[in-house]
C-alpha cells in the first residue's frame, strides 16, 4: 500500500492529556516525531490528579519539565490514617529524598502540571498538537502503516502512523479498536469530591489523612497555599459542602471560602486485557482504572509512556522488534499489582458498614502498632519487575528490576543529576575499575562502563550496589537493572543474547541531551 506522505508520521498519539503529551516528549527528546490528537481545544481548566512520587517526577525530568515541576510542586510528609474521631491510628511518613533523587509524594494541580507540558511541547519542533478534533477510527492492525482518522471543522482526515498510542482515557476508542475488554478488580464506589480555595485556618498535616470512618469515610490534603482536596464515599444523607468540610475548619468560620468544583465520581478497579494489537498501544486510564487510596493514577499512566516511548524510538530507529514485546508483559502485572494495592487499601479503610469492616478496621488499626510496619508500608509502591526479555532475576540478582537510584553526581566539576549525565543510552555502573572482560562484554552491548567512584556522587550508587552484592549492573534507558555481574562474578550472563536485541540496524537520532564525553555513550551503530 502506497502512503501519501504528507499523511505520514512515526507515530501518533491519541490524547493530550498529561500521559499523552508526556509520551510526545519523550519520544521527541529520542528523535521521533509525532502528532497528537485531541478533542477539546484547550486544557481542561478544573483540578483532577493531585499527587505524584518521586518516580512520575524523574520522567517528567526525563521529559523535560523537571525543574518546571518542582516549581508548581509541593513536598507532602505522607499519609495519616484516622479513626471516626479524627484520632492518628498510623502515619506513613514520606522523605523529601527518594530514591529517585526527588521528594517521595508531592502534591501538585494538574491544570498547572498541564500547563507545563503543553509549553514544553510547543517548544519542540518534532511534536504536533492538533486539538478540537475527534479521532473517528484507529486500525485495523496490519503490518503495515496503521490508519488512523479524525474530523474536525474542515471536514474529514486521515493519518498514516509506524505506531498508535491510545491515551484517550476510560471509554478509549483505541481499545475497542484493537479488540480489549475490561477485565474487573471487583470495587466500585461512588465518592464525592470537593476542591476549595481558601485562606482560613484549616487544620491539617501537610500530608494526606484517610479518614476510616463506618459512616462515612473520607480523605483529605492540602494541594497548595490556599488549596484543599476532601473526598467523601456517597452517602444518603444531604449535606452541604459546608457541614462535610467543618470537622476541619474553625466552629462558624464565615471567612473566604471558595468553591472550586463539587462533582460525583465511580471509583473502579479495572485492567485491559490487553494493551497491545499490532503497532497499536494502550496508555493510561486507556489500561487501568484504579481507586485513588494509594494516589497512583497518574503515576502509572505516566510509568507506560517511560516503559514505551524508549523501546519504541530503539525499534523505529531500526531495533528489534521484540522490544514491543515486553511493554505490556513488564507493565500490565506491575499496573495490575499498583491497582490491587489500592483496592486492598480501600476496602481496609473504607469497605462497607457491616460488620466485616469494622472488624478489618479495628485489624488495621492493631497492624498500625507493630513495630516497623509503617515504615515497611511506606516504602517505595513500584515493584520490580519479573524477569523478561529485558530484566534477568535470579537469586544472586536481587538488583535485577529494581531502579537504580539516582544521586547528584559531579561530571568535570558540575554537579548534575545521575540520568542527565548518562543520557539515552543503555549504561554499565561498576563498584571499581572494571577489568579487560567486563569491558570488553560491555563495549559488546554498546556501552562504556563507568566505576561509580568516579561520578563524585554522596555514596550512594556504591552503597546500593554494595547493599545488592552486584559488582555490575547494565541499566536500561529508563533506569531499570538488566542484568547484574553478582559479587566475584566475572560478567553478564547473556552477553549475546542483550547484544542482539539491543542492536539497530542503523545510528539512533541524535538526543536533544548530550551526555559529558567523560560519561558513558551508546556506540551502537
Known amino acids: 500500500m502506497t502512503v501519501d506522505e504528507a499523511a505520514h508520521v512515526p507515530v501518533v498519539i491519541v490524547g493530550a492529556g498529561p500521559v499523552g503529551v508526556t509520551a510526545a516528549l519523550l519520544l521527541a527528546r ?10 477539546h481545544q484547550g486544557i481542561y481548566p478544573l483540578p483532577r490528579a493531585v499527587a505524584g512520587d518521586d518516580e512520575i517526577h524523574r520522567i517528567l525530568q526525563d521529559a523535560g519539565v523537571g525543574e518546571e515541576f518542582t516549581a508548581i510542586a509541593r ?3 505522607g499519609l ?13 511518613r514520606r522523605t523529601e529524598h527518594g530514591h529517585h533523587g526527588y521528594p517521595q509524594t508531592s502534591m501538585f494541580d494538574q491544570p498547572e502540571l498541564e500547563r507545563v507540558l503543553r509549553d514544553a511541547l510547543a517548544r519542540r519542533p518534532e511534536c504536533e498538537l492538533r486539538g478540537g478534533v475527534e479521532v473517528t477510527g484507529v486500525g485495523p492492525d496490519t503490518t503495515g502503516p496503521v490508519r488512523v482518522t479524525y474530523r474536525d ?24 479498536a484493537i479488540g480489549g475488554a475490561w477485565e474487573d478488580l471487583h470495587f466500585e464506589e461512588r465518592w464525592t469530591v470537593i476542591d476549595v480555595d481558601t485562606t482560613g485556618p484549616v487544620r491539617c498535616w501537610e500530608g494526606v489523612d484517610q479518614v476510616c470512618a463506618p459512616a462515612r469515610p473520607a480523605t483529605f490534603m492540602r494541594v497548595s497555599e490556599n488549596r484543599y482536596r476532601w473526598e ?7 449535606e452541604t459542602v459546608r457541614e462535610l468540610v467543618a470537622p476541619w475548619l474553625p466552629p462558624s468560620y464565615d471567612g473566604d471560602f471558595e468553591l472550586v468544583r463539587e462533582t460525583q465520581y465511580t471509583f473502579r478497579a479495572r485492567v485491559a486485557d490487553r494493551w497491545r494489537g499490532g503497532r497499536v498501544f494502550l496508555l493510561g486510564d486507556a489500561a487501568h482504572l484504579t481507586p485513588p487510596f494509594v494516589g497512583q493514577g497518574l503515576c502509572s499512566g505516566l510509568r507506560d509512556a517511560y516503559n514505551l516511548t524508549w523501546k519504541l524510538a530503539r525499534v523505529l530507529q531500526g ?3 521484540r522490544l514491543l514485546d515486553s511493554y505490556e508483559s513488564e507493565r500490565r502485572p506491575h499496573a495490575r499489582h499498583v491497582v490491587r494495592l489500592a483496592v486492598a487499601m480501600g476496602w481496609a479503610m473504607t469497605g462497607g458498614q457491616d460488620g466485616a469492616a469494622a472488624i478489618r478496621r479495628r485489624a488495621l488499626a492493631a497492624a498500625c502498632r507493630i513495630p516497623g510496619l509503617t515504615e515497611l508500608a511506606g516504602r517505595d509502591l513500584s ?20 531502579h537504580c537510584p539516582q544521586p547528584w553526581v559531579s561530571v568535570d566539576g558540575r554537579r548534575t543529576r545521575l540520568d542527565e549525565a548518562l543520557g539515552d543510552s543503555f549504561s554499565v555502573l561498576t563498584a571499581s575499575e572494571p577489568g579487560p572482560s567486563l569491558t570488553a562484554l560491555a563495549h559488546g552491548l554498546g556501552v562504556r562502563p563507568l566505576c561509580v567512584a568516579d561520578l563524585g556522587d554522596d555514596g550512594t550508587l556504591a552503597a546500593w550496589l554494595g547493599g545488592g552484592r552486584a559488582d555490575a549492573v547494565l541499566l536500561r534507558p529508563d533506569r531499570v537493572v538488566m542484568d547484574v555481574v ?17 542492536h539497530t540496524t542503523r545510528s539512533p537520532v541524535p538526543s536533544a541531551r548530550t551526555s559529558p564525553k567523560s560519561l558513558l555513550r551508546s556506540t551502537t551503530r
Open 75 to 77: 513536598p507532602a510528609k
Open 319 to 321: 531495533g528489534d522488534e
Open 383 to 402: 515493584p520490580p519487575f519479573t524477569a523478561g526479555p529485558l530484566v534477568r532475576r535470579g537469586v544472586r540478582r536481587r538488583l535485577a528490576g529494581t
Open 30 to 39: 529520542r528523535g521521533v516525531r509525532s502528532v497528537v490528537l485531541e478533542r
Open 153 to 176: 471543522d474542515t471536514g474529514e482526515h486521515e493519518l498514516w502512523a509506524d505506531a498508535v498510542l491510545g491515551c484517550d482515557g476510560a471509554n478509549s476508542l483505541t481499545r475497542e
Open 486 to 502: 553478582p559479587s566475584g562474578g566475572h560478567d553478564f550472563t547473556s552477553t549475546a543474547a542483550w547484544a542482539s536485541l539491543l
Open 232 to 238: 467523601f464515599r456517597f452517602g444518603e444523607g444531604q
Open 80 to 92: 495519616r490514617l484516622l479513626d471516626a474521631r479524627h484520632r492518628v491510628m498510623a502515619e506513613f
